[in-house]
């Protein structure tokens, strides 16, 4: 069974910095993509970003692009998400997710394994 556990999450001020990793323990499919998606409270689950299986192509939310930086390490079966310029509205769960494949999807029906998620927290 494959597992997903996010850390990183945590309380910082507006402006500031943030990593997320994702380690997945298991390899689902012979080549999958990953990606990152958001959920306030009150709010449907969002896509932020995703990355291909090779890591050459990614695919970012427009409310994120420039600020944010997804990478993933397939030796470490682990993804990550630099978060950079952070704002109040950038609060939420945010959950790595798999999907099989070579894209770089951003629905929420494409990826078939989530973790728990890891709470980020910006204050202004």
């Known amino acids: 069974q494959v597992q997903l556990v996010e850390s990183g999450g945590g309380l910082v001020q507006a402006g500031g910095s943030l990593r997320l990793s994702c380690a997945a323990s298991?390899?689902?499919?012979?080549?999958?993509?990953m990606g990152w998606f958001c959920q306030a409270p009150g709010k449907e689950r969002e896509f932020v970003a995703s990355?291909?299986?090779?890591?050459?192509?990614?695919y970012y939310s427009d409310s994120v692009k420039g600020r944010f930086t997804i990478s993933r390490d397939n030796a470490k079966n682990t993804v990550y998400l630099q978060m950079n310029s952070l704002k109040p509205e950038d609060t939420a769960l945010y959950y790595c997710a798999i999907a099989p494949g070579v894209g770089v999807p951003s629905h929420r029906y494409e990826y078939l394994y989530w973790g728990q998620g890891t709470q980020v927290t910006v204050s202004s």
């Open positions: 298991g390899r689902p499919f012979a080549r999958y993509a």
């Open positions: 990355i291909s299986w090779s890591g050459d192509s990614t």
